[in-house]
């Protein structure tokens, strides 16, 4: 069985001696093995400790950023180049256990595509499990995907998940989301969580915010990306049927009831503003039903000729 297990490291000089030996006694049981260290940037004497390492054991490689860019950028460099059946992504801090890549991998067999780890008794901070409980509530109500921790570092992929998922920004948090979208099978299996050892966490509170930006990028990109009318004509409707009943009642004041428009300016020209906004939404809406028209358009085209060759 091939199995690739990718981490992203930055700054864990502490951490990766330990790492590496839990990952010798839970990885040898398998016929075919590696691990994919993604250095993203470290100062701290990371890469040469990693470099050493790959150098004297054919089972374990790095791939090298020359400045810091992020996890999604690291796990999609490490996607690439893992070749394993089944891939393994975990964190370097210790927090996240290798005793349970076993637990992931049997799960996999079941016919699971992938499989998220639940950190269940999270030993971290109130400031950091709270927020992530709010995190996690939102995502699985929006996305629909029923796991309890998509941010967990720990998971089981089959291969054919990561090369149909395009990982940047902060699309890692939702990759068990994308999953679920594309239609593959997604569970998730309680693992034991950690106490950090060694440093600080990387992660500061804004990636909250950020998260949430990220889940409404996955969310229109997924859903209204072939028909953006959906989207935005139903914000078009809303505020064109806002702003008709506004102008209605400016109406009946000055008909029904006798008062002058000068009366009612500011109501005139709330409901006026309203029905513009509703018409642009409109406009956009439509104007990306023809983007989308034409990339379909050329993606036939390709296959078409494609298919010619």
Known sequence: MNISTVIPVFNEIDSLPELVNELND?????????????????????????????????????????????????LREGFKAAVGKYIITMDADLQDDPKEIKNLIAKLDEGWDLVSGWKKTRLDPLNKRLPSKLFNMVTRFMTGVKIHDFNCGLKGYKSSVIKSIDVYGGRHRYIPALAGQRKFKVTEIVVNHRSRKFGETKYGGSRIFHGFFDLIT????????????????SFGIGFLSIGFFVECCVLYYKYA?????????????????????????????????????????NENRIKKFINQT
């Open 26 to 74: 839970n990885l040898i049981q398998y016929e075919n093995w590696e691990v994919i260290f993604i250095d993203d940037g470290s100062s701290d004497g990371t890469t040469e400790w990693l470099e050493n390492l790959c150098s004297n054991n054919n089972n374990f490689k790095m791939i090298q950023f020359y400045r810091n860019y992020g996890k999604s950028a690291a």
């Open 218 to 233: 996955i969310l229109f990109l997924n859903r209204y990306n072939q028909q953006p009318l959906h989207l935005f004509g």
């Open 257 to 297: 009831l006798g008062h002058p428009f000068s009366k009612h300016m500011a109501l005139l020209t709330f409901g006026v503003m309203l029905i513009v906004i509703g018409i642009q939404f409109f406009s956009i809406g439509l104007l990306g039903e023809l983007m989308a028209r034409s990339t379909q358009g």
